[in-house]
């Protein structure tokens, strides 16, 4: 059974940075690509970057400079480095994993960690 487990949500103020973590179990980390995804009040979950095992990464174009999502291998570890936070960025955020990276079907969740951004 895969299990995704985040952490490092909570408040922060505007213009902080934050990292999130999300430690995968049950499956070779190194075979899933790993996605970071949120869902704010009110509003749907959107994608915001996914990180494939050789390196590649793709950003949602909205975070492109402001959000990283790097993996730690030896960790099974999977983060999300976010700067200069705003108070539109408060959403709970998602870990998720699958074989491809299109995040359709066959996608591992996490539970999700809140960040919420004070003005």
């Known amino acids: 059974q895969v299990q995704l487990v985040e952490s490092g949500g909570g408040l922060v103020q505007a213009g902080d940075s934050l990292r999130l973590s999300c430690v995968v179990s049950g499956r070779a980390f190194s075979s899933l690509v790993m996605g970071w995804f949120r869902q704010a009040p009110g509003k749907e979950r959107e994608f915001l970057a996914a990180h494939w095992n050789g390196g590649f990464t793709r950003y949602v174009d909205s975070m492109k400079g402001r959000f990283g999502i790097s993996r730690d291998n030896a960790k099974n570890t999977v983060y999300l480095e976010m700067g200069s936070l705003k108070p539109e960025d408060t959403a709970v955020y998602y870990c998720?994993?699958?074989?491809?990276?299109?995040?359709?079907?066959?996608?591992?969740w996490g539970q999700g960690t809140r960040v919420t951004v004070s003005s």
């Open positions: 998720a994993a699958d074989d491809y990276g299109t995040f359709t079907t066959g996608v591992y």
